[in-house]
Every structure is written in structure tokens, then in C-alpha cells.
């Protein structure tokens, strides 16, 4: 028997008669909420059903596309694509039916090619001799040029001659060098002397930047502006153009009735990279799925064929109204939807990003200069005041001694007045109209977004994440639309060809059928008349024989 105290041996850890920890178990869930069971995976949302597609009479192949995932119809493209559009199964189901693969030889490599590296060339110049060949290019003296800079004299500096300035600007070591001369100034040579006298001039580097990057606002913000409009014009076309949406429901039609039976059929909506993929399902007899799309809507609609041509003209750079003798001299052309798939948002993004970034450090500049210049001027009017005082206390003291009229000679000399800023005088305006053209801007490409997130959410696309990459697709599946009407209209030109051809060739062997015959009739007609003739005119045997 067990030792007293003991009643037998208790389960090992883990097994029978141990409570759960305190907050484990038997905590009933949240009300309204039910846990799903271990490995259960979340409902899907339930969406409207589709219309239900026939079966197709022979084994198809299979439109590889991926079905969109979709939490609700409501305002997307597959909300008005639920029932399905008409066509001609039992030709379909004989052009796609699904073929014998063929194994194919497997392809030796050939050998790659290798890149040639580009040469690069490292060329070593001498600073005095790169700032002397910069200096001649102004064509004038080292003064006039210092004294264009000092006043900012735009006409003068121009983008071209700013960028080169910058360039030949002192350096630290430069500066120590200038510091430590002491000499005449009128003996350094041309370059040494801009160096000499660009140092006087506080922050030049930093100011001629900023008038350098106030100088090329205007282009920059033009080529922002023109890529952020024709983004958004080209968003919009998509979202608002019934064809192109008429044809995706045709799309997806085919797609279902193709993929009947397996877990991709029965879809939704499919995701817009199939538009990408349509050329490469062929028929049985060579053609493509793009071009039995056209040749189906060439006999449904073929109004609907020109529809490309909606996204060929979507937005023109300048609107300028211009008289009707100067149309189409130096119009700039308008701008298509291929146009806009090579605009790369990014770049946009990173223009007025940087454009911010600019304004405010002018704006923190400018601002400081005008403290400086009304700390300056308070100064000025100190000193007159005291200046003023001082003579007033002189006269009144001894107004007859010759200190006091050496003291009152001397102390007439005023202060000098403030010199003028006038970088601060060029650059203010300018600041301003900069900083509404900024915000203007981003304005636009907020809509930009919006209008992109939009058309994400109307096609039911979740992994695209740049406009440019949507309106690729979208380029692409127009140039194979555009080339599959070509395609269907060569066809037919060659059909129509080929029946010329052969009614001429029919009529020409009727003709020659026809001409045969007058022939043989006419030599049978003269073989006749002749035998006659020569009936009558030979003797009769009776009459000679009497």
C-alpha cells in the first residue's frame, strides 16, 4: 500500500485534473462576435452572382488571367458586367479548342554577349586656365561683371552664364588663399581677381544658386505642369470611355465561358494585366484572341473599332487662341495616352518636392535679409538721433569756443545710409508668384492621385501602385487593338483582291471558251459550204456512163 498521506500516483504534468492557467479558457467571446473555428479561413464577402455560362461543346484552352478580388461591386466596372454578352460559341469553340502540345527541341545557348565597357575619360585641367576660358566668355571686364552680379542683372545672367559661374566660384581653400592677400589687388591676374572680388559678396554661392533656380522655375513648373494635366486627362479617359469598358465585358465574357468548370471561371472581373496577353492565345487556325475580339466587333459594331482614336488627342500643352492664317505654324501636337504612360510620376513627385524645399529656404533668406536691413535702418536712425543730441548738448554748453566749433564741424557728418539689397529687391516678387505656382501645383497632383485611386478602385486593381504603370497596360493593349484592325482590314483588302482575280480569271477563260467555240462553229460552217461546192462541181458518174 502506498506511504500514508499518498493516494496513489498523481497525473503527470499536463494530463487530467489541472485547471487552465487564470485568462485561458472558458472565456466566452465578445457578444456579437463568434470565433472562428481552428484553421477556418474568413468569409468571403457575398457578391451579386454572376450570369451562368453554357458549357462549350469541345475542350478549350485556358485564358491564364487572375481574378480580381473584390469586397463589394458597387461602383466598379463589374457592377454592369454581370450579365453576359452574346457571341458565337460553336465558331469559338472550333477556333480555340484545346490542341495536341508537340515537344519541342530544346535550344542550345548561344553565346551571350558580352558588354563592351563604355571608355571613360579622366582629364586633368588647371583651375586658373578653366576660370580664364569662363571669364572670356562674358566678353567683358572683370568689374562690369562683378557689378552685374552685385545688382543681379537677369538680363546679364542668364541661366547659360549662371550655371558657369557657379562653376568657377571660390572653393574653401580659395577663400583662405584670397584672405591671406595683402597686396594691390590691380596686380592679380583676371582670374584671381574675380576670385578677390567674389569674396567680398556674402553667400554668393548660395544667392547665385537660388537666382539660377528662380531663372528656370518657369520651364521646370511648365514641364510639371503639361505631365501632371496629361496624367490626369488620360486617368480620365479611361474611367470615362464606354468602349473600352464594353470591350473588357466582352473580355470577360469569353474569359468565363473559356475557363468553365475550373476555379478560375465564373469570375467577376479579371485583373487589367490580361489586356497585355490577349495576342498570345491562338486559334487553330493562327489567329489570335485579340484579333477574333475585332473581327467580332466588326460584325456587331464596327463603329467601335475607331475607338482608339479617343486617346490619341488628349490634351494640348498650349491653348493659346490663334488666328486662322497661324494654325499649324509651331502648333505643338497633341499629347496621346502613349505620351502619358511615359511620364514617370516619381520625377513629378520629386520636382515639387525639391520646388518646397527651395521656396522655403529662399523664403527663410529673404526673410532674415529684411530683419537685418530694418536692424540696419533702426541703427542709422539711432546714430542721427544721437548725432543730433550731441550737437544740440555742444552748443548749448560753450556755443562760442573753438572745441565746441571743431566738435560741431565733425560731428555733422551723418551716417551713411543703408546700401540697398539688391538681391532682396530681385528675388521678393519673384518669391511670391513661385510660391502660388508651388501650391497650385501640388493642388494638381492631388487630383492626379485621386483621380488614380479612382480608377484603381473602378477595375477593382489593388497591386498597381504608380499611374504609369496602369496606362502601360492600357498603351499597349491599344497599339494591339489598333494593329488587329489593321490586321482584319489587309485580310479583307487581300479577299476582295483574290475574288477580282478570280471573277477576271473566269471571265477571261469564258471569253476564250466562247471564242473557241465561235471558232469551231465558223470552220465547221466553211468545211460545209466547201464539201457542197464541191458536190455540184464535179461530173456526175450516170451522165457518163451514158
Not at 469586397?71 to 465558331?91: A, Q, S
Not at 552685385?150 to 566660384?169: D, F, G, M, Q, Y
Not at 565746441?404 to 508668384?433: D, W
Request: overall charge positive.
Amino acid at each position: 500500500p502506498p506511504p500514508p498521506g499518498m493516494g496513489g500516483i498523481p497525473p503527470p504534468p499536463g494530463m487530467g485534473g489541472i485547471p487552465p492557467p487564470p485568462g485561458m479558457g472558458g472565456i466566452p467571446p465578445p457578444p456579437g462576435m463568434a470565433l472562428p473555428a481552428f484553421g477556418a479561413l474568413p468569409a468571403k464577402p457575398q457578391l451579386e452572382p454572376r450570369e451562368e455560362l453554357p458549357k462549350p461543346s469541345k475542350p478549350l484552352k485556358k485564358l491564364h488571367w487572375e481574378p480580381v478580388e473584390l469586397d463589394e461591386l458597387k461602383d466598379t466596372l463589374w457592377e454592369t458586367t454581370l450579365k453576359n454578352l452574346e457571341f458565337d460559341m460553336v465558331d469559338f469553340d472550333k477556333l480555340f479548342q484545346k490542341a495536341v502540345r508537340k515537344k519541342k527541341k530544346k535550344k542550345t545557348p548561344g553565346s551571350a554577349k558580352k558588354s563592351v565597357p563604355k571608355s571613360v575619360s579622366l582629364l586633368e585641367s588647371k583651375r586658373e586656365v578653366n576660370i580664364s576660358i569662363a571669364l572670356n566668355a562674358f566678353k567683358m571686364t572683370v568689374e562690369r561683371l562683378c557689378d552685374s552680379i552685385t545688382h543681379i542683372e537677369l538680363h546679364v545672367l542668364n541661366p547659360e552664364r549662371l550655371i558657369s559661374l557657379i562653376k568657377i566660384l571660390p572653393n574653401e581653400e580659395e577663400e583662405k588663399a584670397v584672405g591671406k592677400f595683402k597686396g594691390d589687388p590691380s596686380q592679380l591676374t583676371k582670374p584671381s581677381l574675380f576670385q578677390y572680388e567674389m569674396c567680398k559678396i556674402p553667400h554668393i554661392r548660395k544667392r547665385l544658386e537660388q537666382v539660377l533656380f528662380m531663372s528656370t522655375l518657369d520651364s521646370r513648373t511648365t514641364v510639371m505642369r503639361v505631365n501632371i494635366k496629361l496624367v490626369w486627362h488620360a486617368l480620365r479617359a479611361i474611367l470615362k470611355n464606354p468602349n473600352i469598358h464594353k470591350i473588357m465585358h466582352l473580355v470577360l465574357t469569353i474569359g468565363n465561358y473559356m475557363n468553365h468548370g475550373n476555379r478560375k471561371g465564373n469570375a467577376h472581373g479579371f485583373h487589367i494585366s490580361l489586356l497585355q496577353k490577349l495576342n498570345v492565345t491562338k486559334s487553330t487556325t493562327g489567329l489570335s484572341l485579340m484579333d477574333w475580339l475585332v473581327n467580332h466587333l466588326a460584325r456587331k459594331d464596327a463603329k467601335i473599332l475607331k475607338f482608339t482614336s479617343d486617346f490619341r488627342k488628349l490634351y494640348k500643352p498650349t491653348e493659346k487662341k490663334t488666328k486662322e492664317k497661324d494654325v499649324g505654324i509651331n502648333e505643338e501636337p497633341a499629347l496621346s495616352l502613349d505620351d502619358a504612360a511615359r511620364v514617370e510620376t516619381d520625377v513629378i513627385l520629386q520636382g515639387l518636392s525639391a520646388l518646397r524645399g527651395k521656396l522655403k529656404e529662399l523664403g527663410k533668406d529673404l526673410k532674415n535679409m529684411a530683419k537685418e536691413e530694418e536692424k540696419a535702418k533702426a541703427e542709422v536712425m539711432r546714430r542721427k538721433s544721437s548725432l543730433k543730441r550731441g550737437q544740440q548738448n555742444a552748443t548749448l554748453s560753450s556755443p562760442n569756443s573753438p572745441t565746441s566749433a571743431r566738435t560741431s564741424a565733425t560731428s555733422t557728418r551723418e551716417p551713411s545710409p543703408v546700401p540697398t539689397n539688391h538681391f532682396y529687391k530681385a528675388m521678393v516678387s519673384q518669391f511670391i508668384g513661385a510660391a502660388k505656382k508651388s501650391k497650385k501645383l501640388d493642388q494638381m497632383y492631388n487630383d492626379m492621385i485621386k483621380t488614380f485611386n479612382r480608377l484603381k478602385r473602378f477595375l477593382g486593381v489593388k497591386d498597381i501602385e504608380k499611374p504609369e504603370d496602369l496606362l502601360e497596360i492600357f498603351s499597349e493593349f491599344l497599339a494591339a487593338f489598333d494593329q488587329a484592325v489593321y490586321d482584319l482590314k489587309a485580310r479583307e483588302k487581300k479577299r476582295q483582291r483574290d475574288k477580282r482575280r478570280a471573277e477576271t480569271a473566269n471571265e477571261r477563260r469564258a471569253r476564250k471558251l466562247e471564242k473557241t467555240n465561235a471558232n469551231r462553229s465558223s470552220s465547221r460552217g466553211r468545211r460545209q459550204g466547201s464539201s457542197l461546192e464541191k458536190s455540184m462541181s464535179s461530173p456526175n458518174v450516170h451522165d457518163l456512163s451514158q
